[in-house]
Structures are given as C-alpha cells and as structure tokens.
C-alpha cells in the first residue's frame, strides 16, 4: 500500500518512504508488534532518518491513518455517480469502500483495532475521520438520484450508526481472515434500509 498517492500535495521523500515502510510492517506483524527498526528495515533508510521526520513511532502512525482516511474518502467521492437512481450510488460507494479495505486490510485493522490504544491522542483524528465520513454520507445522500426517489439527506445519527456497524463487521471479517468482499450484500442491505428508515422517521406525525 502506499501511504500518499502521487496526487497529494508535495512530501519530502524521505517521509513518504517511511510511511510506505511503516504501512509495510503494518501488513507483517500489525501496528502493536511493529518498531521502528521494522520500519526503517521496509523503508531502507536509517533510523536517524526516521526520527529527523517523525518524533514516535505513534506519530507516523497518526499520520499514515489520517492519509489512508483521506483517500478512503476521496475513493468513495469519486465512485459515486450523483445522477444515477440511488440504490446504484449505494452500490457505487460500497463497492469502493470495500475496494479501499481490500488494498490494505491490515491498515484498516490497525485503525479499528490500535488506534484506540492510544487513547487521548488518538480521539482527534477519530473524530476527524468521522466527521469526513458522515459530512461525505450526508453530501451524496443529498444528490440527485436521492432527491428524484423523494429520500431526506442522511441525518447524522443514522450516517453514525451506519458506519459504526460496517467498521465492526470489517474487522470482524479481517481478522477471521476471510474474503473481504463478503461485507459488500450485508452493507448495501443495511444502506438501503437505513435510508427508508432515516425516511420514516423525518415524515411528520
């Protein structure tokens, strides 16, 4: 996996080899059993190399999580066709999540499973990244093909819930080590009945 693609603005190459290389050690042994001298090891620089850039090892790890969520985000934006009917935009933005966790499952394990461990200074980017991918929900939900079907956007309850659950299923299929598309009928299924309910439940009464 890399870390940035070619399109993210300019980054010292030096940084974006040890985040490839910290990606790299992620995938071996997972985030807890990586040191630096793994990382330096898949990067093939030094580890004064890798402390002229990063001062933990925590830190490069925040920063490698906040990239791979910029891009799961970005992926999905651009997957989604906002003119067609909307239970194919539901299929579009599965379809990339899954391709997204399927480049790099161990990543997304880490942040679903590690990152916690961090504690406090975790919280920010969780926070961060969940914002984006509700304010992301919300905007496509508001498309369209959404509109032409009479659905409401999205609330941000629901897009909190949703996530929540496809995140736990995901690493739940990870970690058992099987095919990660497995999660693709059981998500579009509960996207599909989120948005009738989310529906239901902004009809007056």
Partial sequence: MRALS???PPVDSYRLRLL???AAAITDKGYRDTTVADIVRHARTSKRTFYDQFGT???GFLELLRANNAALVERIATAVDP????TDQIGQA???YVDHIASAPAITLSWIRELPALGTR???LQREAMHALTELLIEL???AGFQRAGLPRLTQ???IILLGGLRELTALIVEDGRDIHEIYGPAVAASQAIMTANSAEQQPR
């Avoid at 003119?83 to 909307?86: D, I, Q, S, V, Y």
């Fill in 94 to 96: 599965v379809g990339a």
């Fill in 157 to 159: 309850p629901m897009a």
């Fill in 20 to 22: 490839d290389g910290l």
């Fill in 57 to 59: 090892k925590e830190d």
């Fill in 122 to 124: 975790a919280r920010p």
């Fill in 6 to 8: 070619h399109a993210d």
């Fill in 83 to 86: 003119e067609a009917a909307w």
């Fill in 141 to 143: 939900s508001g498309s």
